[in-house]
């Protein structure tokens, strides 16, 4: 079966980085489109980041553009979140989520398939 699994998340300070990393197995990796979630205490969650099949192509919510890189190692199956000057306002867990289709990337929740179980990202003023 699918599984996508998120390590990385960890508390750290305002301006500290982090990378996150997200494992896949059971798909065809290099055929699904990857993408990045959040969910904030007593919020919805909310797009981060998207990369294309090829990671040609990266797309980004407003409030991380320019401080969070996403990237993907087809060859080891996984998907990154670089995620440099953090803000208190970055804490939530975070999701890997994976979707095949035809489109380069997507961006709304509903259009992924595939969900990991979430890593918790705490950062602190």
């Known amino acids: 079966q699918v599984q996508l699994v998120e390590s990385g998340g960890r508390t750290v300070s305002t301006e500290d980085f982090l990378r996150l990393s997200c494992a896949a197995s059971?798909?065809?990796?290099?055929?699904?489109?990857m993408g990045w979630f959040r969910q904030a205490p007593g919020k919805e969650r909310e797009f981060v980041a998207t990369?294309?099949?090829?990671?040609?192509?990266?797309h980004y919510a407003d409030s991380v553009k320019g401080r969070f890189t996403i990237s993907r190692d087809n060859a080891r199956e996984a998907v990154y979140l670089q995620m440099n000057n953090l803000r208190p306002e970055d804490t939530a867990v975070y999701f890997c989520?994976?979707?095949?289709?035809?489109?380069?990337?997507?961006?709304?929740?509903?259009?992924?398939?595939?969900w990991g179980q979430g890593t918790q990202v705490t950062v602190t003023a």
């Open positions: 989520a994976a979707r095949s289709g035809s489109a380069t990337y997507y961006v709304r929740e509903s259009e992924y398939e595939y």
């Open positions: 059971g798909l065809p990796f290099h055929m699904n489109v």
């Open positions: 990369i294309s099949r090829s990671g040609a192509t990266t």
